[in-house]
């Protein structure tokens, strides 16, 4: 099969309100502005895949990662302070995961290549910061705290010359972990 024929199979449904009710609108790819289709969104159900969901339009604002399973509140469960504006479907990855990470801006300072999870940057690598990152291969999320804890952001393969530039004004990342099969 396919890399494009497994992602057919992703499929999330966003209700209005809270507990499954509502309106609904079922989504299997990318979409950016999810107010065209409902005025709200408090609940999913994610049947197959997994995305990651804005709180905010053009996938920007605060970023949460769900996998398959049934979320009735998940502005309780998250902390999320506004209601679902956008997501973004993530393809399932085969093979193998490398990602360069780097502790000041423009791939400047330190640079370490890492290949699986590292749940604290300070520890592994000795680095109190990682500001930019070069992700070669897989699909990860870096999050703000060691541990994999505190918001969250969503790397696909490409640059990230400058986390900034990404919405993320004053975030560090100080923990990075692989998307991988074992989520779907």
């Known amino acids: ?3 494009s024929n497994m992602n057919m199979n992703n499929r999330v449904v966003f209700y209005e309100d809270r507990n499954f009710q509502g309106r609904s609108y079922e989504c299997s790819s990318d979409c950016a502005d999810m107010s065209s289709y409902l005025s709200r969104c408090h ?3 994610v049947e197959r895949g997994c995305f990651m969901v ?3 339009s053009n996938f920007m604002g605060n970023q ?3 996998k398959r399973g049934e979320y009735s509140d998940y502005m309780s469960m998250m902390g999320m302070s506004d209601c679902i504006r956008s997501c973004r479907m993530i393809p399932m990855h085969r093979g193998q995961y490398r990602m360069r990470i780097y502790e000041r801006d423009n791939f400047g300072g330190q640079m ?4 699986d999870d590292c749940d ?8 109190s910061n990682c500001m930019s990152c070069h992700v070669m291969d897989g699909h990860w999320l870096m999050y703000e705290q060691p541990q994999y804890r505190g918001r969250m952001m969503y790397m696909r393969p490409g640059e990230y010359r400058n986390f ?6 004053g975030m560090r990342f100080m923990s990075m972990r692989r998307i991988n099969d074992s989520y779907y």
């Open 164 to 169: 900034m530039n990404q919405g993320m004004n």
């Open 43 to 45: 609940s999913c159900r």
């Open 120 to 127: 604290n940057v300070m520890d592994r690598y000795r680095m």
């Open 1 to 3: 099969m396919s890399a």
């Open 54 to 56: 804005y709180d905010r």
């Open 64 to 66: 949460f990662f769900m």
């Open 112 to 115: 370490h290549e890492l290949m």
